[in-house]
């Protein structure tokens, strides 16, 4: 059982540390890489990643995710990554958000609320989820249910951005 748990913490420890790391830990002693494990432990890319939380470099540092150039709204981007947007999905959310809100957290038109305006309709679904409308004034949870509205669309077959569409722009 010790031995499993052992390899359990491995794997999950190998998969967040550079093969510098792994060396280190095991010149220390503190744990043993076996070729199984090693086979098993992920290879690093050989570039940045973008994460939710920003670049991360090949020496392991993190850079600030960094909206585009010319976007309305950049105040806003490393919390739409955060939310599980991606960054291909960037321009049209923020388009809307500068449509909707001028990326105001706190735009309220009665019935549509936060950044991304989440309208009253979606209440019912909002509590089966535990959260409420007023939620939606918090860009973390604004931008979080916006996702999973279009995200749920997208695996439905259905377009994303139709809870968004614009008079005049087809995006669907």
């Known amino acids: 059982m010790r031995k499993i748990l052992a390899i359990i ?16 830990m095991e010149r220390l002693g503190g744990f043993d890489m076996s070729p199984d494990i090693e086979a098993a432990v992920l290879p690093l890319p050989d570039g940045p990643v973008l994460t939710k ?7 392991g540092t993190v850079t600030e995710a ?3 150039a010319g976007s309305k709204c950049p105040q806003w981007y490393a919390t739409a990554l955060e939310a599980g947007w991606q960054p291909e999905h960037w321009t049209r959310l923020d388009a809307i958000m500068w449509r909707e809100s001028r ?12 950044l991304v305006q ?19 004034f918090e860009p973390y949870w604004n ?16 377009c994303g ?3 968004w569409k614009f008079s005049g722009q087809v995006w669907c």
């Open 103 to 114: 990326c105001q957290p706190w735009a309220d038109s009665g019935p549509d609320h936060g």
């Open 9 to 24: 913490s491995l794997l999950l420890l190998g998969a967040a540390c550079t093969p510098q790391q792994i060396l280190t």
């Open 118 to 136: 989440i309208n009253k309709v979606h209440g019912p679904f909002l509590l089966q989820i535990g959260l409420s409308h007023d939620k939606m």
């Open 66 to 68: 960094q909206a585009p």
């Open 53 to 59: 939380w920003g670049w991360i470099q090949v020496d």
């Open 161 to 163: 951005w139709q809870p």
């Open 143 to 158: 931008l979080w249910f916006a996702h999973k509205l279009f995200s749920d669309r997208e695996a439905a077959g259905k």
